[in-house]
């Protein structure tokens, strides 16, 4: 529903904000339609700087989103266990521990050392994306 046109206008206008477009998803909850819209920064995600994002972007996706219902904006940090679809997911990811769920439904659990176009490193070991279902990082407490 997002078209790369308008994703790239989002992460323009999030960038001006001092913060990174993670990623856009579009949901169903209760009945309701959210578009959830992930930031990212290196100072950190506050509730503020949200609501500071959300009141910025706002305009744009009322005039601009293709989306025929009601929907409810979020704007949101990916979390400190998030997922990781893009290289630059991984890129943002490096150092930090990964669960990797792969297309034989084998799972890997691994330090995240490197990350390419092609795919990723975890303890010494190359994984195209391509071989990978699900890739995200956890938290150890």
Known sequence: MITPALEEKLAKYIKGCDCELYDIVMLKEFNQDILRIYITSKEGITLDKCQEVSNLIS???????????????????????????????????????????????????????????????????KIPYSQTKKVKTIFQW
């Open 59 to 125: 305009p744009l996706l009322d005039v601009e989103v293709p989306i025929a219902s009601k929907y409810i904006l979020e704007v949101s940090s990916p979390g400190i266990e998030r997922v990781l679809k893009k290289p630059s997911h991984f890129a943002l990811s490096l150092g930090e521990r990964v669960e990797v769920k792969m297309m034989d439904k084998t799972i890997l659990e691994g330090v995240l050392q490197e990350c390419d176009d092609e795919g990723f490193v975890i303890d010494s070991q």
